[in-house]
């Protein structure tokens, strides 16, 4: 028996023969053409494409069936980058300028440009480099007219293994032999690790050298938990993965059971129990985990997907669609947040010491109006069609808060004069993730209609310790008395001027916290959707009223 480690995508444990999915690789010449044959060079591509975005539509209309709108509009993306003017003109420029053959000026184009999100430093951009590398190969495949081989077809249980899968190439599998995929390339980011999740067959990525092509044929077990692919297992690894297989199963049965019910303690006391989202793509988890609405929507992922300011028009699309489908829940978007981890090109940030302490969040949107307002009319108008809140971040001044709402009530009078609608009773919240904004919360509290706890941010700033630093990130903890006295003092604050308390970090779905954050008067928890059903089985077998004396006497 061997066993390879990588990381785990998608709870479960799978079992199967390993089967190789072969992909047919054209070898790419650059072959210098004659000028009168650019034009036909130019005409190949052009019919390439026309066959890949049809191609796409039906992959779309099979990926609504199969894994709802929000996963499908994977292919509305991959059709929006085919028809991308600065990828087209810089195929048909190789062409024209190189003398080069469709099939180079492809594969030269996809080079550079994954190049350039290979190159960013954020690793939700990184793995766009697999999108442009996916369309590439669809273009030059449509070119050659080449299909792929199911290799499904002995009808057995199998585990699929690959250098690397696209989102096109996992939705094409024959599910109903085909019960996991291991892979050498992969990122917990990438579109086809989140078709994972919500397929929910189990994969583990990142393998490595790890996997051998002697390995085929070979049964295989998958335990996503452990990050574990098991090679021609013995005897009592299968009996203890069968265990452990019957185990989940009879879990995921359990957590079903609390959808619907509500998120309230036995004695009585409620709490709303919310998920985050990073995209419209996540909203499907979102619903199917039964949370009472998004706590937070990162909205600078909108602009990380682009090489240049996404538009109003864009802004609005998105969250209309996240506020139509969660109606009534609400959604809350976080205004944009870029800077720190989260550096996006077009904004030209300067390099900062400590970009953390530096330009961002609110600080960016206060400095270049005409972006914040960009997106405050976007996400205005979005409030329309359903229950929508606006939360800033980063907020350590009450004279932030202010100029917020004077450019957000700026926004609200143009869209009325130019007769657009919007919700006019709109909420507006503040991310509370500076020790600054804990200490003065009483005040900021009189400004807003609700907080939110970033402890992420917060931990690390009161703690004075980088949770990015391998050295010191031991001492990155959550549950240090300092945060909880924090938390407390901010939930007495909010309460005081009869607003709710949310905590939108990780902490959130650490079971372990449940009962402190119940006891100390938090209203509302936001985390991964997995979590929201063991949190509300937590929140069910809770008695605050018992237990809350000596919690917050060891405070």
Same mark, same amino acid.
């Given at each position: 028996?061997?066993?390879?480690?990588?990381?785990?995508?998608?709870?479960?444990?799978?079992?199967?023969?390993?089967?190789?999915?072969?992909?047919?690789?054209?070898?790419?010449?650059?072959?210098?053409?004659?000028?009168?044959?650019?034009?036909?060079?130019?005409?190949?591509?052009?019919?390439?494409?026309?066959?890949?975005?049809?191609?796409?539509?039906?992959?779309?209309?099979?990926?609504?069936?199969?894994?709802?709108?929000?996963?499908?509009?994977?292919?509305?993306?991959?059709?929006?980058?085919?028809?991308?003017?600065?990828?087209?003109?810089?195929?048909?420029?190789?062409?024209?300028?190189?003398?080069?053959?469709?099939?180079?000026?492809?594969? $030269?184009?996809?080079?550079?440009?994954?190049?350039?999100?290979?190159?960013?430093?954020?690793?939700?951009? +990184? +793995?766009?480099?697999?999108?442009?590398?996916?369309?590439?190969?669809?273009?030059?495949?449509?070119?050659?007219?080449?299909?792929?081989?199911?290799?499904?077809?002995?009808?057995?249980?199998?585990?699929?293994?690959?250098?690397?899968?696209?989102?096109?190439?996992?939705?094409?599998?024959?599910?109903?032999?085909?019960?996991?995929?291991?892979?050498?390339?992969?990122?917990?980011?990438?579109?086809?690790?989140? $078709?994972?999740?919500?397929?929910?067959?189990?994969?583990?990525?990142?393998?490595?050298?790890? $996997?051998?092509?002697?390995?085929?044929?070979?049964?295989?077990?998958?335990?996503?938990?452990?990050?574990?692919?098991?090679?021609?297992?013995?005897?009592?690894?299968?009996?203890?993965?069968?265990?452990?297989?019957?185990?989940?199963?009879?879990?995921?049965?359990?957590?079903?059971? %609390?959808?619907?019910?509500?998120?309230?303690?036995?004695?009585? +006391?409620?709490?709303?129990?919310?998920?985050?989202?990073?995209?419209?793509?996540?909203?499907?988890?979102?619903?199917?985990?039964?949370?009472?609405?998004?706590?937070?929507?990162?909205?600078?992922?909108?602009?990380?997907?682009?090489?240049?300011?996404?538009?109003?028009?864009?802004?609005?699309?998105?969250?209309?669609?996240?506020?139509?489908?969660?109606?009534?829940?609400?959604?809350?978007?976080?205004?944009?947040?870029?800077?720190?981890?989260? +550096?996006?090109?077009?904004?030209?940030?300067?390099?900062?010491?400590?970009?953390?302490?530096?330009?961002?969040?609110?600080?960016?949107?206060?400095?270049?109006?005409?972006?914040?307002?960009?997106?405050?009319?976007?996400?205005?108008?979005?409030?329309?069609?359903?229950?929508?809140?606006? $939360?800033?971040?980063?907020?350590?001044?009450?004279?932030?808060?202010?100029?917020?709402?004077?450019?957000?009530?700026?926004?609200?009078?143009?869209?009325?004069?130019?007769?657009?609608?919007?919700?006019?009773?709109?909420?507006?919240?503040?991310?509370?993730?500076?020790?600054?904004?804990?200490?003065?919360?009483?005040?900021?509290?009189?400004?807003?209609?609700?907080?939110?706890?970033?402890?992420?941010?917060?931990?690390?700033?009161?703690?004075?310790?980088?949770?990015?630093?391998?050295?010191?990130?031991?001492?990155?903890?959550?549950?240090?008395?300092?945060?909880?006295?924090?938390?407390?003092?901010?939930?007495?604050?909010?309460?005081?001027?009869?607003?709710?308390?949310?905590?939108?970090?990780?902490?959130?779905?650490?079971?372990?916290?449940?009962?402190? %954050?119940?006891?100390?008067?938090?209203?509302?928890?936001?985390?991964?959707?997995?979590?929201?059903?063991?949190?509300?089985?937590?929140?069910?077998?809770?008695?605050?009223?018992?237990?809350?004396?000596?919690?917050?006497?060891?405070?």
């Amino acid at each position: 028996m061997k066993v390879l480690k990588g990381i785990g995508i998608s709870d479960g444990i799978a079992f199967g023969k390993l089967r190789a999915y072969r992909k047919d690789f054209f070898s790419i010449h650059s072959m210098r053409i004659f000028k009168e044959d650019s034009e036909s060079e130019i005409s190949k591509f052009k019919h390439a494409k026309e066959l890949a975005l049809k191609q796409l539509d039906v992959l779309y209309n099979h990926a609504l069936k199969d894994v709802g709108e929000e996963h499908a509009m994977i292919f509305d993306v991959h059709k929006m980058m085919i028809e991308d003017i600065d990828y087209s003109n810089s195929i048909m420029n190789i062409i024209r300028d190189e003398k080069a053959n469709a099939e180079y000026a492809i594969w $030269l184009t996809s080079r550079n440009f994954e190049k350039k999100f290979e190159s960013m430093e954020s690793e939700y951009m +990184q +793995q766009r480099a697999a999108d442009v590398r996916d369309i590439s190969r669809r273009l030059i495949n449509c070119m050659n007219n080449y299909v792929q081989t199911d290799v499904s077809s002995e009808k057995k249980e199998i585990i699929i293994g690959c250098d690397d899968l696209s989102p096109s190439e996992l939705l094409e599998l024959n599910r109903n032999y085909v019960k996991g995929f291991i892979t050498i390339l992969g990122s917990r980011n990438s579109h086809t690790s989140i $078709l994972a999740k919500s397929m929910n067959m189990p994969a583990i990525i990142s393998l490595g050298d790890q $996997l051998k092509p002697d390995f085929e044929g070979c049964n295989v077990i998958i335990d996503s938990f452990a990050g574990a692919v098991y090679v021609s297992p013995d005897r009592s690894t299968i009996r203890r993965l069968k265990r452990k297989k019957e185990m989940y199963d009879k879990q995921q049965e359990l957590l079903s059971s %609390f959808k619907g019910k509500d998120d309230v303690t036995l004695d009585g +006391q409620k709490i709303t129990l919310c998920a985050n989202v990073s995209n419209i793509l996540d909203i499907e988890a979102v619903r199917d985990c039964d949370a009472s609405g998004i706590g937070l929507f990162r909205s600078e992922f909108i602009y990380m997907g682009k090489r240049s300011y996404p538009t109003e028009e864009e802004q609005f699309k998105i969250y209309k669609t996240a506020a139509e489908k969660m109606s009534p829940e609400h959604v809350t978007i976080r205004t944009l947040d870029v800077g720190a981890d989260k +550096q996006i090109s077009y904004f030209d940030i300067p390099k900062e010491p400590n970009p953390s302490m530096g330009y961002r969040g609110i600080r960016v949107c206060l400095d270049r109006p005409n972006i914040f307002k960009t997106q405050l009319r976007a996400i205005l108008r979005a409030s329309a069609f359903g229950n929508i809140r606006i $939360l800033i971040p980063m907020i350590s001044l009450l004279d932030e808060i202010i100029r917020s709402k004077n450019i957000i009530e700026e926004c609200k009078k143009e869209l009325k004069e130019e007769g657009l609608k919007y919700d006019e009773d709109i909420q507006i919240g503040i991310m509370i993730e500076t020790p600054a904004a804990v200490m003065i919360s009483d005040v900021l509290a009189k400004e807003v209609d609700f907080f939110s706890i970033g402890t992420n941010d917060l931990v690390q700033y009161s703690l004075a310790v980088d949770r990015q630093n391998d050295k010191i990130n031991f001492m990155f903890n959550p549950q240090h008395m300092a945060i909880l006295r924090m938390i407390k003092l901010v939930c007495e604050n909010a309460h005081k001027e009869g607003i709710s308390v949310g905590i939108c970090g990780e902490i959130a779905s650490d079971d372990k916290m449940t009962e402190i %954050f119940l006891s100390l008067g938090v209203d509302e928890l936001s985390m991964s959707s997995p979590f929201v059903l063991g949190i509300r089985r937590k929140v069910r077998g809770v008695n605050v009223s018992a237990i809350k004396d000596e919690i917050l006497s060891k405070l």
